[in-house]
T-cell receptor, first 114, second 115 residues
């Protein structure tokens, strides 16, 4: 079945540091890929998405490129802020699966210190 | 766009009791999903509706769980005879049906604690 693997956290960074969170996936079909972010006490918010190979999703300074050859969708940000402290989830929806249900990774907690 | 609304935010109950959660999706969204998230884990799919029809249920959804979406609007998730293992955050999401890669929009969840 489909699965998503993320690097385990917590990831602790200083403000203005470079952030990378690795994400790899296994899917029987040709999935769409997503990054969601969960701030403390809040629900999941869509951060960015990509629907086909070599697509780059970007939002709020975050980027991720859909790499079909390596089945990866790593999240990057060049200069993090304290406000980026959150839990980040990589997810896929498989087009062969009914209803486009999401399969999530385990989440990566990021803590940015001033 | 008022977002996905879930009620209650928190529910504390004794083992063996029944609980019901409500989800109000974004009004024009015809798909509605329920997920369960345990501490430190990613959300896991439970079930989804397309309009009023429940089209898929995960094997995680035991026969103590039932979900409805009458008239294709709000949805309820009921857990009967709650057990300690039911303690989790229950998330609702909604999306449009058409197109690939349609993002799901999540509510803030209902946190269930079983005493």
């Amino acid at each position: 079945g489909d699965s998503v693997t993320q690097m385990e956290g917590p990831v602790t960074l200083s403000e203005e540091a470079f952030l990378t969170i690795n994400c790899t996936y296994t899917a029987t079909g040709y999935p769409s890929l997503f990054w969601y972010v969960q701030y403390p006490g809040e629900g999941l918010q869509l951060l960015l998405k990509a629907t086909k190979a070599d697509d780059k999703g970007s939002n709020k300074g975050f980027e991720a490129t859909y790499r079909k050859e390596t089945t990866s969708f790593h999240l990057e940000k060049g200069s993090v802020q304290v406000s980026d402290s959150a839990v980040y989830f990589c997810a896929l929806s498989d087009r062969k699966a009914a209803g486009n249900k999401l399969t999530f990774g385990g989440g990566t907690r990021v803590l940015v210190k001033p | 766009d008022t977002g996905v609304s879930q009620n209650p935010r928190h529910k504390i109950t004794k083992r063996g009791q029944n609980v019901t959660f409500r989800c109000d999706p974004i009004s024009e969204h015809n798909r509605l999903y329920w997920y369960r998230q345990t501490l430190g884990q990613g959300p896991e799919f439970l079930t989804y509706f397309q309009n009023e029809a429940q089209l898929e249920k995960s094997r995680l959804l035991s026969d103590r769980f039932s979900a409805e979406r009458p008239k294709g609007s709000f949805s309820t998730l009921e857990i009967q005879r709650t057990e300690q293992g039911d303690s989790a955050m229950y998330l609702c999401a909604s999306s449009l049906m058409a197109g690939e890669g349609q993002p799901q929009h999540f509510g803030d969840g209902t946190r269930l604690s079983i005493l």
